[in-house]
Structure formats: C-alpha cells, structure tokens
C-alpha cells in the first residue's frame, strides 16, 4: 500500500444489503440541501453546521469541496443511499465518511448523520460497517474511532452496536452548538 495518500485507491461507491454510499458528486447540492432542511431540528443540538436552512447554491458549494477533499484524500464524505432493489441509489438519507484522518498513523474518524424518518432502520449502522471494512480492509487502519457528544445517545448507540469500544468521556473537550463546554465520548476500534 503506498504510503501517498493520493495514490490510494478509494472506491467512490460502498455497497451494503440495504445502503449504498457515494463520493459527492456536482450536481447533488440542490437535494442535499433539502434534506439538510428537513433533519434541521434533528441535527441542530449536535452539527454545528445545521444550525440554518442551506440554500442549493451554497449545498451545492459543499458538495463540491467535499468532492475535491474526496480526490485529494483529506477528507472521505460519502453521501448515504437506501439502496433500491435492482441495487441503484435511491432516496438520500444523509451523509457518513472517514474524517479527521491521519495518513502517518493511519487513523480515521467515521461520522454520520440521517434525515429523522429514516432513523432507526439499520442505513447507518450498516455505513459504519461499511465504513470500518473500508478503513481496516483496504486503507490500512490501525485505528478508526467514532467521537460524538456524550449525550447523543442515537449516536453513542450506533458505535457500541457497531463494536466500537468507549475509550472515555473527554471532559469539557469542545464547544457545543450553544457555545458552552460539551463532554466528547470517544470510541475506538483497533487492528
């Protein structure tokens, strides 16, 4: 495996049973921004970023900063999909991918968001799994670690289903979407 980080071979598409993830790709701001929209009261006490309603323009501009981050392989954003029957993307659900990521040490972060009314029915439980197989199997992981507030349960549930192990609560470790000290779970798979 080359240790440049640009020669690595990424797949642009991660298949599961019933979630299909995709590299954004210009073109996609517009829905994203509608479903960015619609999860606003879901995602507000936890995602900085979904404190506001994005217009298509400016979803549109993230969508393709992500790409770019995507192909310089500073950041691996992948948009969520239920996957449809004849295994084509279908309705977007939200957003996961490997954040954070250190090429040295070969750690990854996995984070995750989805519209309300698709919560609780497997998609990103089976993208961290996908994920994990991606950062472990194929980019040499030595660490993957999902962090989320300590009260977000949804979230804190999704990593021990998912085999993560809590490492500990970092006290006061950022600040929340209020501006006031949040305490950050830390959770940690290892090679």
């Given at each position: 495996m080359s240790a440049e980080p640009l020669l690595i071979e990424v797949p642009e598409r991660l298949d599961g049973q019933r979630t299909t993830l995709l590299m954004p790709r210009a073109g996609a701001g517009a829905e994203m921004a509608v479903v960015i929209?619609?999860?606003?009261?879901?995602?507000?006490?936890?995602?900085?970023?979904?404190?506001?309603?994005?217009?298509?323009?400016?979803?549109?501009?993230?969508?393709?900063?992500?790409?770019?981050?995507?192909?310089?392989?500073?950041?691996?954003?992948?948009?969520?999909?239920?996957?449809?029957?004849?295994?084509s993307p279908g309705r977007l659900l939200g957003g996961s991918g490997l954040h954070r990521i250190d090429w040295a040490v070969r750690k990854f972060e996995i984070g995750y968001w989805i519209r309300p009314d698709a919560g609780g029915q497997g998609h990103?439980?089976?993208?961290?799994?996908?994920?994990?197989?991606?950062?472990?199997?194929?980019?040499?992981?030595?660490?993957?670690?999902?962090?989320?507030?300590?009260?977000?349960?949804?979230?804190?549930?999704?990593?021990?289903?998912?085999?993560?192990e809590l490492e500990g609560v970092l006290r006061r470790d950022v600040l929340g979407v209020d501006g006031q000290p949040r305490d950050t779970a830390v959770y940690a798979r290892l090679s």
């Open positions: 929209a619609q999860s606003l009261p879901h995602l507000r006490p936890w995602m900085i970023w979904a404190q506001e309603a994005p217009t298509a323009e400016s979803a549109e501009m993230v969508v393709r900063r992500m790409h770019a981050d995507f192909i310089a392989r500073r950041d691996l954003c992948f948009h969520l999909y239920a996957r449809r029957d004849d295994g990103v439980g089976e993208a961290v799994g996908l994920l994990t197989a991606l950062a472990f199997d194929r980019l040499g992981a030595r660490r993957v670690e999902i962090r989320c507030d300590s009260d977000n349960l949804k979230s804190r549930a999704v990593a021990e289903r998912c085999g993560f």
